[in-house]
Each structure stands twice: as C-alpha cells, then as structure tokens.
C-alpha cells in the first residue's frame, strides 16, 4: 500500500511497537499523528522523525479517558480533516492471580486496552465512513485466542478486542473502510517493565522485535484480513487450541500455573 500524503494515527507511540510502527509509516512518506500520556517521549520522537520530512503531530492523550480522546479527535481533525489510517496500540498488562489484584487493577486494564480502542473508534470512524475510506488496525496479542493464568484481565481485554473488532468488520463491509487485528507472540520492549513483572523472566527466546510487528502492522493497514498473527506459524497453535481443547488447554494452564506460582 502507498502511504504517502496518508494520514496515520498512532497510540501508545511512546515506546516499543507504537514507537516502532510511527517510524515505519514516516519512512514511507506518511504524515504522523502520534498519542500516548508521555509528552517528553513523543516529543524526542517528533525530533527523530523530522529526518524523513513528513508532517508530525504529537498528542498528549490518555485513551482510558474519553474526555481526552474526544479531545485529541477534534485537533487531529482540525489539522488534517480526516484520517486514513487509526492504529489502536495503546496497552498494558499487570501480572498475578485475580485473587490478588485489586479490582482497580483490573478495571485500568480493560479500560485502557480495550475502552481506549473503542473512544478511539468512536471519534474518528465517522470522518472515515464520511469520505468512504479508511483503515483501523487494532494491536491485540496471540492473548486474544488464549486464557491463561497470571494475565487473565490482559487476556480479556484482547478477547474483546478480537470480538469487537470481528463484528464491526463484518458492519462495515461495503463503507469501503476496513479493520484488521495484529496479534503477536511476545515482543520485546518495555511491556514488562511493570513492577508486577519483576519476578518474572523478561523475554523468551522466541519472542519478536517491534520491527517485525510494526512491519505486520503496516501490511494490517492495506489488508482485507481480519487478523494477523505473528509469527505466522502460530495460527496453527491458535487452530489447535480451537479444535483440540482438551489437550491444548491443559498443557498450557499447567505451564503458566506453574510459572506463576513461581512468581508469588
């Protein structure tokens, strides 16, 4: 796809695969609309970008509060009037047993992962369904075929987004505006880097660089799919453990029990 003079918004563009994929859209000529709480990153981000002499657009925004996304909808459609390209990448996960994560931990989850996604579509799908043309990408995570033990708040709120995003596909089929799901294994960045990570081992040896997810994000955008995963080769885990339940759930509830155990 040609994503010169397109515009492109990106949450959670302050690190790892939103940062990633903003760099990747800017080399191809897009202009840039970047989001997330952390000014003073977006800001050193902007500063990068420039070398690839495209329009940037920092927005400090929090999406779990729907009084700034709403906010940041009407700048960003004050500046460039519509927008072709809405990548939904804000997210966060807190590790532990529901037994002992507070409610509020819980709520922050589905509130950002999930609640920020639909703000944002809310605000900017109309300007999209207007001019009959546009593309959402939402980053969810292989989490959304799985339910497993230490992460089941993160694992619902990918669910939901998987589900959400599945029936407004088939809504806005003929508006000429489309939506895809990245999920990925695990990637490297500072996803972890959340206290409740601490005793837990940062990365496995599979696990992926955001370049690769952010190139999957940027085919996403152009593709008629509802969801890629990444890698590929683990569809054939997620078909698994759709068609054979009973021997895949158990192998991985007693792996990541385990490791959760560990962790408390």
Known sequence: MDFENKTVLVTGASSGIGRQAAIEF???????????RRKDRLEQLRDELAKYDTDVMVCQCDVSKKDQVRDMSKAVLGKFDSLDILVNNAGFAIYGAVSDLSIEDIESQMNTNYLGMIYCIKNFLPSMLEKKSG????????????????IAPYCASKHAMLGFSEGLRH?????????????????RTDFFDHP?????????????????VARAI?????SP??????PGAVRGAVWLKHTLPYLINP????????QLDAAG
Do not use: Q
């Not at 940027?218 to 152009?222: I, Y």
């Not at 192998?251 to 385990?258: D, E, P, T």
């Open 218 to 222: 940027l085919r996403a955008a152009g």
């Open 26 to 36: 800017a080399k191809l000529k897009a202009d840039i609309v970047i989001a997330a």
């Open 225 to 230: 799919r509802l969801e890629i995963i990444v």
């Open 171 to 187: 809504e806005l089929d003929g508006t000429g505006v489309g939506v895809t799901v990245v999920s990925p294994i695990m990637v």
């Open 135 to 150: 593309h959402i990408v939402n980053v969810a995570s292989v989490a959304a075929s799985f339910g497993l033990p230490g």
């Open 251 to 258: 192998v991985l509830a007693k792996s990541f029990k385990k």
């Open 196 to 212: 409740s990570f601490e005793k837990m081992p940062r990365y496995s040896p599979t696990s992926l660089s955001p370049e690769t």
